[in-house]
């Protein structure tokens, strides 16, 4: 697929026609990323959703559809609000939202930071330039916050995500879900662009769960409605959870899951391996299966570029085990993701967390 990488469209105010009869319909009417405008009535104040940076996570579509077709028809939102569709081509990739990125190419989310024109060859460099052409779609309106809409390619709980843990950024999150993590990997994401408001990624659960698109809907309707998102009353308390790390399997290691030992070289997770995300991993309990190489199948790389495996598992004969308690997010059974991404990320808990 040739895809026009200098190309960002925009839609302002946007009509029943150009919205089309439902988002799957509206999605391929566009010919690239897409920004909708939308007018509030203060229009000194601008805020921002993302959606759609992989291809594969519609619950942000979904719900900004939605809202533009029952919710906007009734009533403004309380300040102008930025819609940005991202990775169009990937999402409209038949079958509908099955690749999270084109494939030959790269993800978006990695490619943001000056950093990622000298480090990406020139036939991937493209998508350092669509990177770029949407940070300043965002800067060029002086948001006074930005959500990006995401999902998680199997089942789990929604959670946000931010750099920073301040009052707006718990506030956003609560508007959504009851868990925010606080991230300082450099990944090349957009979350980590410092656009000088209140930055949140939200991971509203699986990318095939209706709750997970109730919830994004529910959460732009809010944020739209919101006078100040200085201070918002939080139902329920936000639970802050500290600096994950993502568990990644080295180059050329292979991946397998299953119920049993079935001796497949590589790491083999337990097929089950979903179900953490609603749970903890308790100390010395066995996550899958190891080949002869053992823990050197994996890395898990701290803030200073250390692979620290051995502090959160170890080897029992040909079992990999959890050396302490930990929680898991974004545990998945979708191969591509997991080899291309990352397995799950991981985080230390206390006994008293369990």
Known sequence: MDIDFSEINYLKNPTWQDLHADYEQFLLSMTGPTVIDVLGNDQTKCRVFTTLLHGNEPSGLIAMHRYLTEVLVQEKPCTNIRFIICSVEAATSKPLFSQRYINGGMDINRCFGKQCSFECHDGLRGYCQRASLIERAIREVNPEMVIDL????????????????????????????????????????????????????????????????????????????????????????????????????????????????????????????????????????????????????????????????????????????????????????NKDTAINDCLFYVVKLSSAAL
């Open 150 to 333: 995401h999902n998680s390619s199997s089942s789990g709980p929604t959670f946000a995500v931010s750099s920073v843990v301040t009052t707006e950024t718990l506030s956003l999150a609560s508007l959504f879900c009851q868990t925010l993590i606080l991230s300082d990997l450099n990944m090349g994401s957009i979350m980590e662009q410092n656009f000088d408001c209140p930055f949140i990624t939200i991971e509203c659960g699986g990318c095939q769960d209706e709750q997970a698109h109730e919830i994004a809907f529910s959460g732009i309707s809010q944020v739209a409605q919101c006078e100040n998102i200085g201070y918002i009353h939080q139902e329920k308390a936000v639970e802050v959870i500290y600096r994950p790390l993502r568990l990644q399997l080295k180059a050329q290691t292979k991946l397998s899951y299953a119920q049993h030992d079935e001796g497949y070289s590589g790491i083999t997770l337990k097929d089950n391996i979903e179900c953490f995300n609603f749970g903890s991993a308790h100390q010395d309990e066995m996550l899958g299966w190891i080949d002869g190489n053992g823990l050197d199948n994996l890395q898990l790389i701290d803030k200073s570029g250390k692979n620290v495996i051995d502090n959160y598992f170890y080897a029992r004969e040909n079992q990999l085990v959890c050396r302490h308690n930990l929680r898991l997010f974004k545990a998945t059974t």
